[in-house]
């Protein structure tokens, strides 16, 4: 691709407010070279001139590169940990507030729904889920998956389902009531206060290192004291006592 790439973050920051340099720039900039090029465009300027002129594309665009990979019970190991391990933490709470951060399309914190629902009444934990990629929330409000999302539910949770004649399956309205969409951008808005569970799986791995320390910072401002950070299967806190944590399993820390 031709013309600067440093020009076009600029200009995808004032479209979108998506800060592209917090991105590996290596990994980043062959995605959206690979999705510019499939689109007709050579430089980045015609590039930004396509996106300008057609809001579906910047949409579509914006969905791209946030990358929304999701199914329910993914890594059901992971799962299991925090249904047997940390969700007994909570229950003597008369309110457990549960944050889902880069969301996607809502397979993750429906997921939580159906694990709290099974040892705390709706009325006594909330769940916030957020994302920046409008197209994402918009499939979750909706709450309808395909076969493949849902292949990791297991039994005892496959009537939170209805399956449809083509083969898709709608969520039902007893999950999809304990779940708040927001649309939020990691990289630049406010994080919630007093969340005792954060859960921000697979999205941290996109970051360079220097911004995943400082949402780490931010997630432990976020959390009460002992509210625990998910993370994802392929992210770790190599120094998670430096930034005042103490672990509980992979992929599971605790604010100290």
């Not at 969905?63 to 329910?72: A, K, L, P, R």
């Not at 995943?212 to 004291?225: A, C, I, P, V, Y």
Request: glycine share 6%.
């Amino acid at each position: 691709m031709e013309g600067s790439f440093e020009i076009f973050k600029n200009s995808i920051y004032r479209m979108t407010d998506i800060d592209l340099s917090c991105y590996k720039e290596r990994q980043m900039k062959r995605r959206i070279d690979s999705y510019a090029e499939n689109k007709g465009c050579g430089d980045y300027d015609g590039f930004i001139m396509f996106l300008r002129k057609d809001p579906d594309a910047l949409a579509s665009f914006v969905d791209y590169i946030t990358i929304n990979v999701s199914e329910f019970f993914r890594n059901p190991e992971q799962w299991e940990y925090l249904e047997k391990e940390v969700i007994p933490k909570f229950t003597s709470k008369s309110k457990v507030r549960i944050w889902s951060a880069a969301c996607s399309t809502g397979d993750e914190p429906y997921t939580l729904a159906m694990l709290f629902l099974k040892y705390l009444p709706r009325i006594r934990f909330s769940i916030t889920a957020t994302d920046i990629d409008d197209l994402s929330l918009a499939a979750a409000r909706e709450g309808i998956y395909s076969a493949k999302s849902i292949k990791g539910v297991p039994e005892e949770f496959m009537g939170c389902f209805t399956k449809t004649e083509n083969d898709k399956y709608v969520i039902a309205p007893e999950i999809r009531k304990c779940v708040n969409f927001k649309k939020h951008n990691l990289l630049k808005d406010e994080f919630p206060r007093n969340m005792d569970l954060i859960v921000c799986r697979n999205v941290l791995i996109y970051f360079t290192e220097e911004k995943k320390e400082e949402l780490f910072s931010q997630f432990h401002d976020s959390l009460g004291h002992g509210g625990v950070l998910f993370l994802g299967n392929t992210e770790q806190m190599m120094d998670y006592r430096k930034s005042g944590y103490s672990r509980l399993a992979s992929f599971f820390y605790e604010k100290l």
